[in-house]
């Protein structure tokens, strides 16, 4: 039977929760253990299985702090979700490629993710604004 709105919901508040608090075990644990991992422009590309991420995530919570996802409209269907969102947080490390010396940042996200039918993420595909990342790191 497919995950209803709200079970997607709390499974992608979760996933947050442990992207807010760098907390690569508790992210790796919402991903299935054969989940398709997917960040846009991500120079090592789309990632299989759970341990193919987690580099991802060491380096995205190396990169940046404080962050907190503001979610901005959900739509959902059959087993899958698309979520926009507002990260605003700090840029210590060189998110995306950019000097971020601890200057506040703010951009937008877009996740597109699928389920299992047991509630962990099967895919899950990032695609964010950089454009508002360059404006707002490369002075």
């Not at 698309?82 to 703010?106: H, I, M, N, T």
């Amino acid at each position: 039977m497919p995950l209803t709105p709200a079970q997607m919901d709390r499974k992608i508040d979760e996933h947050f929760g442990y992207e807010g608090r760098d907390d690569v075990e508790g992210v790796l644990a919402t991903l299935a253990p054969d989940a398709t991992h997917d960040v846009v422009g991500w120079t090592e590309g789309p990632s299989h299985g759970r341990e193919a991420a987690r580099r991802f995530y060491e380096t995205l919570f190396a990169d940046l702090a404080d962050g907190r996802v503001t979610p901005l409209r959900r739509l959902h269907g059959n087993g899958f979700l698309v979520d926009e969102s507002l990260w605003q947080g700090k840029a210590p490390g060189r998110p995306f490629g950019f000097e971020g010396r601890g200057r506040p940042l703010e951009f937008r996200l877009l996740h597109v993710v699928e389920f299992t039918e047991s509630g962990q993420i099967a895919r899950e595909q990032v695609w964010l604004d950089v454009a508002a990342v360059m404006r707002q790191l490369q002075q």
